[in-house]
């Protein structure tokens, strides 16, 4: 199936997600006033969110790049977590915000959240730009949603679907084509 023959429902469009951003660029600011951020992306879905959020948030931030998997080539989570990429940063000592494109199991964050706690970071907050609470499996606390969605697949915006459709600039949901 190529992207030109899937048709693709927008469910954000690229003006309410960059008004989303700005909201919660101004909210982590207002949270961590006279404080600095050790910005963690979890690549690579929310690489796209990650820069977007970075770049209004007035604090100091320091990023940093994590790479995890749970999905595969599929279109559900398999439960286990695995780090593909680890950090090049130690989070120790520092304000750790967990930046993640979409939580719906909620294995990942889980996981994330222990993996920081254990590595001594000052404290551990977790932003996600999408929430599919509909899927959860496990209760993880989200600091910062950008928007709560139906249990639909999603695409655009830095999230894929067998690494395709990452560089939408909206959120949408893949209609495939009608087989011929």
Do not use: H, W
């Not at 961590?32 to 948030?57: H, P, T």
């Amino acid at each position: 199936m190529s992207q030109m023959e899937d048709k693709i429902r927008v469910m954000l469009s690229e003006e309410e997600l960059d008004r989303r951003i700005r909201e919660l660029g101004a909210q982590i600011s207002a949270d961590y006033e006279g404080e600095s951020i050790f910005l963690v992306c979890i690549l690579k879905g929310a690489a796209m969110f990650a820069c977007e959020l970075a770049k209004r948030i007035t604090v100091p931030v320091v990023m940093d790049f994590m790479a995890t998997s749970s999905y595969g080539a599929g279109t559900v989570s398999t439960g286990e977590v695995k780090v593909k990429k680890d950090l090049d940063l130690s989070p120790e000592g520092k304000n750790v915000l967990i930046v993640e494109d979409i939580i719906d199991s909620g294995n990942t964050l889980n996981f994330l959240s222990r993996f920081f706690k254990e590595r001594n970071a000052k404290s551990v907050r977790m932003a996600t730009m999408l929430d599919k609470p509909d899927r959860r499996e496990v209760d993880v606390d989200v600091d910062y949603t950008g928007f709560t969605i139906p249990d639909e697949f999603v695409v655009g915006f830095g999230l894929d679907y067998d690494q395709r459709y990452r560089n939408l600039p909206y959120i949408g949901v893949v209609e495939p084509a009608e087989k011929q």
